[in-house]
């Protein structure tokens, strides 16, 4: 039976899910494992691991390469009660979902098999493999059609049943022209699934445990298997590099179709680049060419101007950024504020309505509200070993192209003349000049270029 995707509920259920990520990835060229490569900013293994758990997975277990303790690291970083197991032979799909064994002999009422090179794959699609149990099937196979099938599993139907998955190399040639393909996701009745992936062998074009073979394991036994279907581009898997990067277009298309339909408005949104966990509030402008990192939250109504770069930074509401600015991590801007051209800010606290508009660097400061930071500020915030903060009180207003040598505070509505290097802190509504004095000599450029006169000059 073909099914549509639904929305699931399963409640009650408790279900377990096994993620593949031993795979080699050779393709990839990497020194890093092929699933720890990142799609908008995270890790296809964080990915599918967060999409699991938000279809409801209350248990997880991944299975990893031998010696990949980065791998594991990572998993357990995600999820920390997560079972880690180690394929060492890579014998097949099958064989690799039974070396978690235990975590299935447990005890579960669903398990959900997923590869973790497939990061584009929907929380509700795998909601609907769940739901497609609740409705009875012993196996549920995510089923795609194929513009290309080549070199896929073909899933093979008699009237509205999956009778079988045929691996490419395995199928004949009428096989071959089914365009209905495994998309290599499954999902299996916990009481049923230890029994079956056991009885898979490996008499087949490659010697493999495959996966697929629960299907017709699991009609011989006279339980059902049914298909639930999804959008190609979201099964879409990733080999090398070439795929990574059309894994990243399609997951940036979808968040960045999912902030406009949320109230964001993107002026050219191909050039707009989001993390999966970025935050943008109703009515932010976002102008051409923007990058967001991981971790960035945008209030309502803010203006992020073209070519800036925000990462780990919350952007308070009204505010205005850019053009050309940067936020790393731990600035923190605050409503209505602006923070203008070839602006740097970290680990900075910039409060409500201040305005700190061209060419500065401010780390490890606190600026009050309403502050004004004057063009080539610089705040000397590192001596080689540690970081010192610099305190700049509301209403302050510091004089262009001064350096504050922190760890410094500049009271309350002081004032620090331009070209200052500040190494003492300021009282509030003091003034601090911290420059040489102007020395004026009259008549002696006329002087000097007299005493010139009739000499050859040096060319520049
Ligand atoms: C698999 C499916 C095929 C489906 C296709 C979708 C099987 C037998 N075939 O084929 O029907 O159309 O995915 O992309 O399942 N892995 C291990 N250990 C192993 C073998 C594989 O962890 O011993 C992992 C791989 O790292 C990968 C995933 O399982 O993430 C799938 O393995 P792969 O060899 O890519 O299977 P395909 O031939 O693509
Ligand atoms: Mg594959």
Same mark, same amino acid.
């Given at each position: ?19 593949? =990520? ?5 393709? $990839?060229?990497? #020194? ?16 599918? *691991? ?16 031998? /010696? ?47 590869? +973790? ?21 012993? %196996? ?6 194929? &513009? ?31 365009? *209905?393909?495994?998309?290599?996701? $499954? ?5 049923? #699934?230890? @029994? !079956? ?20 394991? +699991?009609? =011989? =036994? ?7 279907? =999804? ?19 399609? $997951?940036?298309?979808? !968040? ?9 408005? $993107? ?6 680049? *989001? ?30 101007? @073209? ?28 409503? &209505? ?26 780390? /490890? ?28 009180? +509301? ?9 504050? %040598? @922190? ?39 006329? /002087? ?13």
């Amino acid at each position: 039976m073909t099914r549509p995707m639904t929305n699931p509920s399963a409640p009650g259920a408790h279900c377990l899910a096994v993620i593949l =990520a031993a795979g080699e990835g050779t393709r $990839m060229k990497s #020194a890093r494992p092929k699933v720890l490569h990142e799609v908008a900013g995270r890790s296809m293994l964080a990915h599918v *691991l967060a999409g699991v758990m938000e279809a409801g997975a209350d248990r997880v277990a991944v299975v990893v390469g031998p /010696d990949r303790a980065d791998v594991n690291a990572q998993a357990l970083r995600l999820a920390p009660s997560a079972l880690v197991f180690e394929q060492r032979e890579r014998l097949g799909t099958a064989h690799a979902a039974l070396r978690a064994r235990d975590a299935m002999a447990a005890g579960c009422d669903q398990v959900l098999i997923v590869f +973790a090179d497939t990061p584009l794959i929907r929380p509700q699609t795998y909601g609907a493999l769940r739901a497609a149990l609740q409705d009875g099937a012993s %196996v549920a196979v995510l089923g795609f059609e194929a &513009r290309d099938p080549t070199g896929y599993g073909r899933l093979l139907r008699e009237a509205d049943e999956l009778v079988a998955i045929r691996e490419h190399k395995d199928a004949t040639e009428a096989e071959r022209a089914v365009t *209905l393909c495994n998309a290599g996701v $499954m999902a299996i009745a916990g009481p049923q #699934a230890l @029994a !079956l992936l056991e009885r898979v062998g490996d008499d087949n074009a490659q010697n493999e445990f495959y996966l697929t073979d629960v299907v017709a394991l +699991a009609r =011989a =036994a006279g339980q059902k298997a049914v298909v639930v279907l =999804a959008p190609e581009d979201e099964v879409m898997g990733v080999n090398d590099r070439v795929q990574l990067a059309a894994a990243e277009a399609a $997951m940036q298309t979808r !968040l960045r179709e999912a902030a406009m339909r949320a109230g964001v408005t $993107m002026i050219a949104p191909q050039t707009t680049f *989001l993390s999966f966990d970025t935050q943008l509030g109703r009515d932010v402008l976002i102008e051409p060419h923007v990058f967001f990192g991981p971790g960035v939250s945008v209030g309502e109504g803010a203006v992020i101007h @073209a070519s800036s770069h925000l990462e780990q930074a919350h952007v308070s509401a009204g505010a205005s950024i850019g053009p050309f600015a940067r936020l790393r991590p731990g600035a923190r801007i605050g409503a &209505r504020a602006k923070i203008g051209n070839f602006v740097e800010i970290k680990a900075s606290d910039i409060g409500e309505g201040a305005a700190v508009s061209h060419l500065t660097y401010l780390g /490890d400061a606190t600026v009050g509200a309403k502050a004004n930071i004057g063009a080539g500020t610089i705040t000397c915030n590192y001596d080689g070993f540690d970081k010192f903060r610099t305190h700049i009180g +509301a209403g302050a207003f510091i004089g262009s192209n001064s350096a504050l %040598v @922190a760890p410094l505070t500049i009271g309350d509505g002081a004032y620090v003349g331009s070209g200052s290097v500040v190494t003492q802190s300021v009282a509030p509504d003091s003034l601090a000049i911290a420059r040489g004095r102007q020395v004026e000599k009259p008549g002696w450029a006329d /002087d000097f270029r007299k005493s010139h006169e009739g000499k050859p000059k040096q060319r520049p």
